[in-house]
């Protein structure tokens, strides 16, 4: 089975901290991917990562940087947290399967920025 | 970008009930999948559909698409509390097969015990 972990359930930060939130799969996938999930908003994507230190720019990448320097590792950085950055953070990774990718999640990061 | 749009927001059954949700996205699509987010947890993938096949069917579950109405429907038969969670529709909408996918955001169903 394909395991996403993420490193935390539950964070609480400070305005203006640094935080970084960690991402790791177990399944050599390619593609890794860093969503957003806002009640009534879905899920947007902030960035996505191809290839080890290759990535995109998502819908929403402001106020966020990634780190991708191992396959299995992606990070996600609020370099200075703010508190219109509290929601829930969903990683996931992808393989091609059969003629599409399907996308793999994590169980979510929970923030909460005071 | 938001590409596709489920409909209804929410739904509440009783067990036992089919289930019914909807999708409708703007443009053209290679697949479309559909997701099901247990409370407070990541998706998880249920089924894909390609857009030349109209039908497909795993389990209780039963997914169409119609191509010419940009739409895809997502049938759960016989539910079960089990199935309470939010369900997206994901599109695909890349030459060949993208690497991402568009969420919509999401119906929310409740199955009474």
């Known amino acids: 089975d394909v395991k996403v972990t993420q490193s935390s359930r539950y964070l609480v930060k400070r305005t203006g901290e640094k935080v970084f939130l960690e991402c790791v799969q177990d399944?050599?996938?390619?593609?890794m991917f860093w969503y957003r999930q806002d009640p009534g908003l879905g899920l947007r994507l902030i960035y996505f990562?191809?290839?080890?230190?290759?990535?995109e720019k998502g819908d929403i990448p402001e106020g966020y940087s990634v780190s991708r320097e191992k396959k299995e590792r992606f990070s996600l950085i609020l370099e200075s947290a703010s508190t219109n950055q509290t929601s829930m953070y969903l990683c996931?990774?992808?393989?091609?399967?059969?003629?599409?990718?399907?996308?793999?999640f994590g169980p979510g990061t929970r923030l909460t920025v005071t | 970008s938001q590409q596709g749009e489920e409909d209804p927001q929410a739904l509440s059954i009783q067990e036992g009930e089919n289930a019914t949700m909807n999708c409708s996205y703007k443009?053209?699509?290679?697949?479309l999948q559909w997701y099901r987010q247990n409370s407070g947890r990541g998706l998880v993938h249920l089924i894909l559909?390609?857009?030349?096949?109209r039908e497909k069917h795993s389990g209780r579950l039963r997914v169409t698409l119609d191509t010419s109405k940009k739409s895809s429907s997502l049938l759960i038969t016989a539910s079960r509390a089990a199935d309470t969670a939010s369900y997206f529709c994901?599109?695909?909408?890349?030459?060949?097969?993208?690497?991402?996918?568009?969420f919509g955001k999401g119906t929310k169903l409740t199955v009474n015990p």
């Open positions: 996931a990774s992808s393989f091609w399967a059969s003629g599409a990718y399907e996308q793999y």
């Open positions: 399944m050599d996938h390619e593609n």
């Open positions: 990562s191809y290839d080890v230190k290759m990535k």
């Open positions: 443009t053209s699509i290679n697949n």
């Open positions: 559909i390609r857009s030349n096949e």
């Open positions: 994901a599109t695909d909408a890349g030459q060949g097969g993208s690497e991402k996918l568009v």
